[in-house]
């Protein structure tokens, strides 16, 4: 809900400037790919989200999810196998709803985003926890 109402917010005052960023990060997302590390990813993840709530404009929103953002520890699996480019895919689109300053489709895209993660997130998590449960032989 925060990060929907964080791009809801962008969208209405977004820069030509900061959609470059934006541009750039997810042109990082891609080249990174399954080559690179998940410390790379969730360092270009952070600085999309982070750049998106600054440009929300309200301050107490951008520090909370900030602080979320901090608290989130990402699987390593997740920036492997077809889930990675779905991201990527998640992640364009709330750029290309911020770049037609559609606030509607901006929070529509990025709850959409959040949702698919955290099951993307609870999926790995599960696949971890049965695992874990296998008796050694």
Do not use: M
């Not at 969208?11 to 959609?19: G, K, M």
């Not at 990813?41 to 989200?49: E, G, L, T, Y």
């Amino acid at each position: 809900v925060l990060e929907g109402l964080a791009a809801r917010k962008a969208a209405e005052t977004i820069t030509v400037e900061e959609l470059e960023k934006l541009d750039a990060l997810v042109k990082r997302f891609e080249e990174v790919g399954k080559k690179g590390t998940p410390q790379e990813w969730i360092a270009i993840n952070s600085q999309f989200h982070l750049i998106i709530a600054t440009v929300c404009g309200n301050e107490a929103l951008k520090e909370l999810l900030s602080e979320l953002q901090r608290k989130i520890v990402l699987s390593s699996t997740l920036g492997i196998g077809d889930d990675y480019y779905k991201s990527v895919k998640e992640h364009k689109d709330i750029v290309d709803a911020l770049r037609a300053h559609d606030p509607e489709e901006a929070e529509h895209f990025a709850r959409q985003h959040v949702w698919n993660t955290a099951k993307r997130v609870a999926a790995l998590r599960v696949g971890d926890v049965r695992a874990n449960d296998v008796p050694r032989q």
